[in-house]
């Protein structure tokens, strides 16, 4: 916020310094890193299976999966958002419910492109200009060589919108012409290059911080921590984190307790109760993040 404030008024600031270098994944993306962290879970992870009930059981909890597979863990952790935690979990505290009603989010649209030729030389871009429809662009090829076919590129759009928006009504197809046109009048792109395109929509896109989103916010994670449930994630936690946060707090977790392994999808994350070890992914290579308006 001191950031936001000085940037505002002129004052110069140096951002976040601790994303100016990263490391990336050389093959398999960002789900590389995904991927290194399931190798190191002790016992079974369970994919495929949308959590239709969860409630406690004794002493522990309860997951009921959509084919109707009961188990029970000592301990819980739930990683998708917690609006579509509280919709399975008939027991959730009172006033839980209530702050989550009390908590707002954007929606997110992103459009990926591939391209014949050689790109732009950019990792990421922001837009900061209401007449573009995307907020932020990002260059898949410039993370690594890997990510797109041998002489080829890719540009993905990412597209801030909310449920009456208009924006959010809109079909995959004009949204996927309005990304083209707006990137054609930035002279980002030849339309007659693209050889690949695809719209991906997040009802859960980030959490938005009104006048009231601390005290919402403390009201919702105190209320079911006091359950014995524990909430990792942006959308679970309702707070704007990134991947390198969230690890840390696996990394704390892990070292202060002990969980059986299980994971079960459910709205765009999962629940687990599980016992996760710290990892590293292999073939990576450090970049210099590019940013510019």
């Known amino acids: 916020m001191e950031d936001v404030l000085k940037s505002s008024i002129g004052i ?12 990336y994944p050389v093959e398999g993306g960002y789900e590389a890193i995904v991927h290194a962290f399931a190798k190191k879970v002790r016992g079974r992870i369970c994919t495929s299976s949308p959590v239709t009930e969860v409630k406690r059981s004794g002493k522990g909890w309860q997951v009921t999966t959509k084919n109707e597979e009961r188990r029970t863990y000592n301990e819980l952790v739930s990683t998708i958002p917690v609006h579509e935690l509280l919709t399975v979990w008939p027991d959730a505290p009172k006033e839980a419910r209530e702050a989550a009603s009390r908590l707002r989010y954007n929606s997110l649209i992103n459009v ?3 391209l014949r030729g050689d790109g732009v030389p950019y990792t990421a871009l922001y837009i900061p200009d209401p007449a573009i429809v995307f907020h932020r662009l990002s260059f898949p090829k410039y993370f690594s060589e890997r990510n797109v076919p041998h002489g080829s590129w890719s540009v993905m759009a990412e597209i801030t919108a909310n449920e009456g928006d208009g924006i959010w009504e809109t079909n995959d197809d004009q949204v996927l012409e309005r990304v083209i046109v707006d990137l054609e009048k930035m002279g980002l792109v030849d339309r007659n290059d693209i050889a690949y395109r695809r719209v991906v929509r997040f009802q859960y896109g980030y959490p938005v911080y009104d006048l009231d989103y601390r005290e919402n916010v403390t009201v919702l994670r105190e209320s079911i921590a006091r359950t014995g449930l524990h909430l990792l994630g942006r959308f679970a936690q309702f707070d704007y984190i990134n991947s390198d946060v969230a690890e840390r707090c696996l990394n704390r977790s892990n070292t202060n307790t002990s969980r059986t392994s299980i994971g079960g999808c459910c709205g765009s994350g999962a629940i687990a109760a599980t016992r996760t070890c710290s990892t590293s992914v ?3 290579r450090p970049h210099r993040s590019t ?3």
């Open 291 to 293: 940013f510019s308006s």
């Open 12 to 23: 110069p600031t140096e951002g976040y310094l601790h994303q100016l270098y990263f490391y």
């Open 112 to 114: 990926l492109l591939g």
């Open 282 to 284: 292999a073939a990576s």
